[in-house]
Antibody
Framework: QVLLRESGSGLMKSSETLSLTCTVS??????????WHWLRQPPGKALQWIGQ???????YYSPSLRGRVAISLEKSKNQFSLKLTSATAADTAIYYC??????????????WGQGFLVTVSS | QSVLTQPPSVSGAPGQRVTISCTGS?????????VHWYQQSPGTAPHLLIY???KRPPGVPDRFSGSKSGTSASLDITGLQPEDEADYYC???????????FGGGTKLTVL
């Protein structure tokens, strides 16, 4: 069973850089057949996809966040990370990491991490 | 505003059947992109309920089923149980926007 767990700073000020890490259970990142994703859910609102990285280091981001977001990978630590610059109150959300099979295209998110609340104060 | 449209809420009594719709367009559901459904119980992370429109992961009861027609998809829940009370989200991919998209979510209340 693959487990994912988000960690990072839960409280930050506006204009700072949001930084989160997703730790994946040992050995789970060894396969090239998966992509590793970040999503978020503002309080009381719908899910929003942020971006992804694969084991080759290729990234793809949501157009609405492109320019502020960066996802990186540390395979040796079984981790991938999210950085979101110039944070505002609108970035307050529960942030989730999740795994997606690269085949077939448009595979579902499964499994998900438990989620991590980030609050951006003005 | 979400690209995929879901009703904000549905309700039903225990044992009844409910259907949750997910309406998209020719650039997502109508472009033959698969639809996935997630269940999110209060205070928990979403988990996969239906994938590739109508497939159930191991452990998901056959009371849950999915379908698709044209630019819309549906999630059917029969034999409602109190533990089905949760938020439900549909998800697909938009070929024009080149982005993963979600519905706005539907809150199911079991009366």
């Amino acid at each position: 069973q693959v487990l994912l767990r988000e960690s990072g700073s839960g409280l930050m000020k506006s204009s700072e850089t949001l930084s989160l890490t997703c730790t994946v259970s040992a050995g789970a990142m060894s396969s090239n057949y998966y992509g590793w994703h970040w999503l978020r859910q503002p309080p009381g609102k719908a899910l929003q996809w942020i971006g992804q990285i694969n084991l080759f280091g290729n990234t793809y981001y949501s157009p609405s966040l492109r320019g502020r977001v960066a996802i990186s990978l540390e395979k040796s630590k079984n981790q991938f990370s999210l950085k979101l610059t110039s944070a505002t109150a609108a970035d307050t959300a529960i942030y989730y990491c999740a795994r997606v099979s690269v085949v077939p295209f448009n595979s579902p998110f499964d499994p998900w991490g438990q989620g991590f609340l980030v609050t951006v104060s003005s | 505003q979400s690209v995929l449209t879901q009703p904000p809420s549905v309700s039903g009594a225990p044992g009844q059947r409910v259907t949750i719709s997910c309406t998209g367009s020719s650039s997502n559901i109508g472009a033959y992109n698969d639809v996935h459904w997630y269940q999110q119980s209060p205070g928990t992370a979403p988990h996969l309920l239906i994938y590739e429109t109508n497939k159930r992961p191991p452990g998901v009861p056959d009371r849950f089923s999915g379908s698709k027609s044209g630019t819309s998809a549906s999630l059917d829940i029969t034999g409602l149980q109190p533990e089905d009370e949760a938020d439900y989200y549909c998800q697909s991919f938009d070929t024009t926007l080149r982005v993963v998209i979600f519905g706005g979510g539907t809150k199911l209340t079991v009366l």
